[in-house]
C-alpha cells in the first residue's frame, strides 16, 4: 500500500556532473534519499519513480511529487515537471532548482523555480555553497520551529517580493493571456531570509526547500546524530508540507517515530510490517482512511512475528504497539466481528 507521492530517482545523477565537488559528508546518496528517510518515519511509503523513463501520464498519477535535484537536468525532463505541474500536481524541489543541462549549458527553468539562489556568480559555486557553506539556523516559516538544517542552507532572499509572470484575464470562454505580480508563499527562512518558497503554477504548484531536510536519516543512524525534539520537529514539517496533497494511509502519532507499510490482503484486511529504529516506544498508528487498507472503523491486530517481545492491540480506526528497542513486528489487521484469523 503506497501512499499518493512520487520520489523521483534521477538515474543520470549517478554520473559525475560539471561542477561536483569530491564526496564529502555521507555524499549525493544522503543528500538525495534523506528526505525518502525522514518520510519513512513519518508513516510514508512513497513510490520511487524514475524521472528519465516516466511518460507524463504516469507522473499524473500522482497528486505531489519530490524532486531532489543535483542542479542540471535535461530539458525533456524538466518539461516533465511542466506538465506535471500544470495539470495540478505539487512538485517539491531541492535544495536548488536546476539552471543548467547535464553537459553545463544554462537553461531557463524560471517558470517553474522563478527565484534564484543568492550570490551565484559561476554555476560551480553553488555546489562549494552546500558543501563548504555557513550553516545558518533554519525555521519553518509558517510555525516559526527551528529545523535542523542538516547541511548548508541556500536563501532566495527574492522570494519575498512580488514577481511578474503571465497569466489569464479578462472574462469569456476564451481568457487573453496577460502579465500579473504575483508572490511565493515563503515556508522556510534562515536569519530571517527566505530559504524556500512555493509558487502557484496554473493549477499545481512548485515548492523549493533550500536544504536537504533529513539528511541526518539515510544512513545507519536514523536520524540518532539529532535530538528527539529536532527529529519531532522534521517529522511535523514533512507531515505539515505533504499531508493535505498526499494524505497518509499510516499516520504515526506525534509520541511514535515508526517506518510502516501495509499490504493489503485478497481475503480482506492486510499485513503491517513495523521497523523501530529507536528505543523503547509506545502510542498510536492511526489510520485515517481504513477502507484503503480493506479495514473498518474498528481494527482487529494480531502479532504474526516480533523479534524481541513487541505487542500490539485494536482499536478504533488503528492499533496501539508496544515496542521493545530495534523491534520488528508483523500484524495481521482485520475488522469485523470476532477474533482475527491468520
Known amino acids: 500500500m503506497r501512499d499518493p507521492l512520487a520520489y523521483l530517482e534521477y538515474p543520470l545523477y549517478a554520473r559525475v556532473l560539471p561542477d561536483d565537488p569530491r564526496p564529502a559528508g555521507g555524499g549525493p546518496f544522503a ?39 543535483r542542479g542540471a537536468l535535461r530539458l525533456d525532463d524538466y518539461g516533465k515537471l511542466v506538465v506535471f505541474t500544470l495539470r495540478g500536481g505539487a512538485l517539491t524541489t531541492f535544495p536548488a532548482p536546476a539552471m543548467r543541462e547535464l553537459d553545463g549549458t ?120 539529532l535530538t528527539p525534539g529536532e527529529r519531532l520537529a522534521l517529522r511535523r514539517f514533512a507531515v505539515g508540507h505533504f499531508e493535505e496533497v498526499a494524505p497518509r494511509r499510516v499516520a504515526p502519532e506525534d509520541a511514535l517515530e515508526v517506518e510502516a507499510v501495509a499490504r493489503l490482503s485478497p481475503d480482506g484486511g492486510c499485513l503491517l510490517f513495523v521497523l523501530n529504529r529507536r528505543g523503547a516506544q509506545s502510542g498510536w498508528l492511526r489510520f485515517p482512511a481504513p477502507e484503503a487498507l480493506n479495514l473498518e472503523d474498528e481494527v482487529h491486530a494480531a502479532v504474526l512475528y516480533s523479534a524481541a517481545g513487541s505487542g500490539a492491540a485494536g482499536g478504533a480506526r488503528g492499533v496501539r504497539l508496544d515496542l521493545a528497542p530495534g523491534d520488528a513486528l508483523v500484524l495481521r489487521l482485520t475488522s469485523g466481528p470476532g477474533a482475527p484469523g491468520l
Open 31 to 69: 543528500e538525495r534519499f534523506g528526505l525518502l528517510a525522514l518520510l519513512h518515519s513519518c508513516g510514508y511509503n512513497p513510490t520511487l519513480v524514475d524521472l528519465a523513463a516516466a511518460t507524463d501520464a504516469e507522473l499524473t498519477e500522482f497528486p505531489a511529487a519530490v524532486f531532489p535535484c
Open 106 to 225: 544554462a537553461i531557463n527553468t524560471r517558470f517553474l523555480w522563478p527565484h534564484r539562489p543568492a550570490d551565484l556568480p559561476a554555476r560551480d559555486r553553488l555546489r562549494r555553497l552546500l558543501r563548504h557553506g555557513p550553516r545558518r539556523g533554519l525555521r519553518d516559516a509558517l510555525t516559526g520551529t527551528p529545523l535542523p538544517a542538516g547541511r548548508a542552507v541556500v536563501t532566495y532572499p527574492d522570494a519575498g517580493r512580488p514577481f511578474v509572470r503571465y497569466g489569464r484575464a479578462g472574462a469569456g470562454a476564451v481568457p487573453r493571456a496577460a502579465t500579473e505580480a504575483v508572490q511565493a508563499q515563503v515556508l522556510l527562512t534562515a536569519g530571517g531570509v527566505p530559504a524556500g518558497y512555493r509558487v502557484q503554477v496554473r493549477s499545481g504548484t512548485s515548492a523549493v526547500l533550500g536544504a536537504f531536510p533529513g539528511v541526518d536519516y539515510a544512513g545507519a543512524g536514523g536520524g540518532g546524530a
